[in-house]
């Protein structure tokens, strides 16, 4: 965010940098604040109260659910490799969830 931020300056020069100045700005807390500070901190805080199989079937499911926000709030669509790669990402969940854990070793 920090490299397009100075990009945009350096392309629209100083005199026009007022009028993207704020919309730079935001995007580049919300990329540092929310994207990655906030998604680390909620990790690590989930991850305490899942155990780890629970915890990696989520953590799989991310892109699908990437997809499903991006639509809803972005009106972004998905094309046909999305939807195979989502209906893969879905059945191997639903496969790794109900096939029964094996014992531990001892």
Do not use: H
């Not at 100075?6 to 995007?27: C, H, Q, W």
């Not at 305490?48 to 915890?55: F, M």
Request: aromatic share 12%; charged share 10%; proline share 7%.
């Amino acid at each position: 965010s920090i490299s397009s931020f100075l990009y945009m300056i350096r392309e629209n020069g100083v005199s026009k940098a007022p009028d993207t100045v704020l919309p730079a700005v935001f995007a580049t807390l919300w990329t540092g604040l929310v994207t990655i500070a906030y998604t680390i901190y909620a990790q690590s805080v989930g991850q305490k109260s899942v155990d780890a199989v629970a915890a990696n079937l989520i953590y799989t499911v991310q892109p699908v659910y990437t997809a499903i926000i991006a639509w809803f709030l972005l009106g972004e669509r998905l094309g046909p490799e999305g939807y195979v790669g989502s209906t893969i990402i879905a059945c191997a969940v639903f496969l790794a969830s109900s096939s029964p854990s094996p014992e531990p070793r001892q």
